[in-house]
């Protein structure tokens, strides 16, 4: 089969497989007929590719349009819906508001009974302002009476204290002058040995001047330098009675208090028969710290002694003349004597004393007292005015325009548009 295939080239006598030649010349036609078709197929696989693409931008063109065109139809529907929906829930909050709107209107009819009340409440704090000016204006003017009354007196006190005080440097300044003049030597001696002698004589000369002038029917007795005993008797003597008893004055001008000072003195009193002793000193006991009565015997300073020797006398005349009612019933003097050394005169005498401090602090409540009173008259005004206002707004804020405005009880334009507005 092998050798029927095969021929010799005629002109090189090479043997030549007949097969081969075949199945070249038809591997060639084939090859030419695949080409051929590759490249119809290509042609064609082209214009596929070429109509696809343009089927492609046609779809693509129809997709967009009908796009637009859905968008239309969502949008119309989504809008024809939507006026669907707002008809629908503005019927279910007609229906909803329709319960409400009578409430409101039930509640209105009540607000306005409370505006009726809140007329009168506003004219109640009218009338409350009214008579918190009067009463202020009031209150002012009395307490300022006061103050100047107590300012009076207190410059009064403070003239008095101050006059006390240069009538005794002037006494003693006088005295001063009195003695350098007769006794040069005598008062630098005297100097040396301290000027404890010349302040108490002159304290005893400016309280037997000055018993003398304000007493000028009692009779003054002083007592004479060197002899035993204190500084001057005021003898008590009225238009209608003389002697109606004695009051023995003894001035002491020292640093210490001494304890032996009262028994001397009451031994002078006896002494003397005189019916009282003052003692007046700068230096009081240790357990006193004003006027007070020690062991039956008064003692003061000079600014108490003016106001005490007239107590005293007083009381001397008053007893005096009761007395001289009853001289079947026992001693006049020892009556006297027991009356004012006893715990009821000097309790009656304290008591004077104390009813000025009291006066002073009694103002000074008072004035606190009526601070107090306008604090209180202004947070009730306050409170009032507060619960008003939120009442007015409570009621503006459901009724609206339908309330008049009050402008008493307004903030102002920009507050009065916000609320029109929101109403």
Not at 23 to 47: D, G, I, N, P, T
Not at 71 to 76: H, I, R, T, W, Y
Not at 198 to 213: K, P, R, S
Not at 222 to 243: F, L
Request: one cysteine or more.
């Amino acid at each position: 089969m092998e050798n029927q295939t095969q021929i010799k080239c005629p002109n090189c006598g090479t043997d030549i497989d007949v097969q081969d030649i075949l199945s070249h010349q038809l591997e060639e036609s084939l090859k030419k007929k695949f080409q051929a078709e590759l490249v119809a197929e290509k042609k064609k696989f082209e214009s596929q590719a070429e109509a696809l693409n343009k089927a492609k931008e046609d779809f693509e063109a129809k997709k967009l349009k009908e796009n637009e065109l859905f968008q239309e139809k969502l949008q119309s529907k989504l809008k024809e819906e939507k006026e669907q929906l707002e008809k629908k829930l503005k019927s279910q909050y007609k229906e909803e508001q329709a319960d409400q709107f009578a409430m409101l209107q039930k509640e209105l009819n009540e607000k306005s009974e409370q505006i009726k009340e809140l007329n009168k409440t506003k004219a109640e704090i009218e009338k409350l302002k009214r008579e918190k000016l009067e009463l202020k204006e009031a209150i002012e003017a009395e307490t300022q009476l006061k103050l100047n009354q107590l300012i009076s007196e207190e410059k009064e006190k403070i003239r008095k204290v101050e006059e006390d005080k240069n009538e005794l440097r002037f006494k003693e300044l006088q005295k001063q002058l009195e003695d350098q003049k007769r006794l040069t030597e005598e008062m630098k001696r005297k100097q040396e040995q301290g000027s404890m002698q010349l302040q108490g004589e002159v304290q005893e000369l400016a309280i037997e001047e000055w018993l003398m002038a304000q007493f000028p029917l009692d009779t003054i007795e002083e007592i004479k330098k060197g002899a035993r005993g204190g500084d001057c008797i005021q003898i008590v003597n009225t238009r209608t009675h003389q002697n109606c008893g004695s009051i023995y004055y003894e001035s002491k001008r020292t640093k210490d208090f001494q304890a032996g000072w009262i028994e001397k003195f009451k031994t002078d009193i006896r002494t003397k028969s005189a019916n009282i002793g003052v003692l007046v000193t700068d230096a009081m006991p240790a357990d006193m710290d004003r006027m007070g009565l020690k062991d039956g015997i008064w003692v003061c300073n000079y600014e108490e002694f003016k106001g005490l020797c007239a107590v005293l006398r007083e009381s001397i005349i008053q007893i005096s003349t009761a007395v001289s009612s009853q001289e079947n019933k026992g001693d006049k003097m020892q009556m006297l004597y027991d009356y004012l050394t006893g715990n009821t005169f000097r309790l009656q005498v304290e008591a004077i004393v104390e009813g000025f401090s009291q006066m002073k602090a009694d103002l000074e409540s008072e004035k606190r007292a009526m601070q107090r009173i306008w604090k209180q008259r202004e947070k009730q005004l306050e409170k009032v005015t507060i619960n008003t206002i939120d009442m007015h707004a409570s009621i503006k804020g459901i009724a609206g325009n339908a309330i008049q405005a009050v402008k008493a009880l307004e903030l102002g334009d920009a507050k009065l548009d916000f609320d029109e507005g929101e109403g």
